[in-house]
C-alpha cells in the first residue's frame, strides 16, 4: 500500500542544472498536484492536473514544467535550476472533485532539493 | 495580508494538555476546513476535513469553525508527545483540490 511515491528523497544541483522530479500514485486518483514548502510560506501549489491529459499552473508556475505522463505519473521539471528554487517539493493526489465526495488530498514524502 | 494565517510557534505543551490550534483567513467564501499533520521529514496527512461551520469530533481530536469570525481551531484532548508535529490548516471555496488555500502550519512540541 505505497500511496504516492516520490523520487529522489534527496538532490544537490548547482545553478543552471536541469532536473526531474518523479511522482507516482497507487490509488487510481484522478488528480495530481505539484507544491513547494518555503519556511513561513505554507504550501504553494506549482502546477496541477485535474485528470489524466491535462495540466494547469498554479500558484507559482515560474522556472517549472510538468508531465501527466499516465493517471499513475506526474512528473516535475527544472529546466534550469535557480537557488530561489531551494525547497521540499511535495507531489499529491486526490480522487478528483465532486461536491459530495471528500476530496482528500494524500501527500508524498517531498524531496529535499538544495539548489547552489 | 495573507489569506490564511497561523501562528508559526513553536508551542510547547505538558503531556496531557489539552491543545488549541487555530487559523483566521480573509476570504469569507471558504467552506471546505481541513486541518493536516505534518511530521519531521514527513508528508502531511489529513487530520479533519469539515464542510461549512460547527464542530467535528474524532477520537482526541475536535475541528471546530466559526464562519463569523473567519476562525478555525483544532482542539487536541490529552495530548501526547507522538502528537509533536506541525499543524497545517487549509481551505477552501469549493471541492477542487487546486484551490486549496494553506497555512504556514503551526509546530506542536508535547513534552513528556
Known amino acids: 500500500n505505497a500511496g504516492v511515491t516520490q523520487t529522489p528523497k534527496f538532490q544537490v544541483l548547482k545553478t543552471g542544472q536541469s532536473m526531474t522530479l518523479q511522482c507516482a500514485q497507487d490509488?487510481?486518483?484522478?488528480?495530481m498536484y505539484w507544491y513547494r514548502q518555503d519556511p513561513g510560506m505554507g504550501l504553494r501549489l506549482i502546477y496541477y492536473?485535474?485528470?489524466?491529459?491535462?495540466?494547469d499552473k498554479g500558484e507559482v508556475p515560474n522556472g517549472y514544467n510538468v508531465s501527466r505522463l499516465n493517471k499513475r505519473e506526474f512528473s516535475l521539471r527544472l529546466e534550469s535550476a535557480a537557488p530561489s528554487q531551494t525547497s521540499v517539493y511535495f507531489c499529491?493526489?486526490?480522487?478528483?472533485?465532486?461536491?459530495?465526495?471528500?476530496?482528500?488530498?494524500?501527500f508524498g514524502a517531498g524531496t529535499r532539493l538544495s539548489v547552489l | 495580508q495573507k489569506e490564511v494565517e497561523q501562528d508559526p510557534g513553536p508551542l510547547s505543551v505538558p503531556e496531557g494538555a489539552i491543545v488549541s490550534l487555530n487559523c483566521t483567513y480573509s476570504?469569507?467564501?471558504?467552506?471546505?476546513f481541513m486541518w493536516y499533520r505534518q511530521y519531521s521529514r514527513k508528508g502531511p496527512e489529513l487530520l479533519m476535513y469539515?464542510?461549512?461551520?460547527g464542530n467535528k469530533e474524532d477520537g482526541r481530536f475536535t475541528a471546530q469553525v466559526d464562519k463569523s469570525s473567519k476562525y478555525i481551531s483544532l482542539f487536541i484532548r490529552d495530548s501526547q508527545p507522538s502528537d509533536s508535529a506541525t499543524y497545517l490548516c487549509?481551505?477552501?471555496?469549493?471541492?477542487?483540490?487546486?484551490?486549496?488555500?494553506f497555512g504556514p502550519g503551526t509546530r506542536l512540541s508535547v513534552l513528556p
Open positions: 492536473s485535474a485528470s489524466e491529459g491535462t495540466t
Open positions: 476570504n469569507s467564501a471558504f467552506q471546505y
Open positions: 487549509a481551505m477552501s471555496w469549493d471541492n477542487y483540490g487546486q484551490n486549496f488555500v
Open positions: 490509488m487510481n486518483h484522478n488528480s
Open positions: 499529491a493526489s486526490s480522487p478528483g472533485t465532486g461536491f459530495s465526495a471528500k476530496n482528500i488530498q494524500y
Open positions: 469539515t464542510y461549512s461551520s
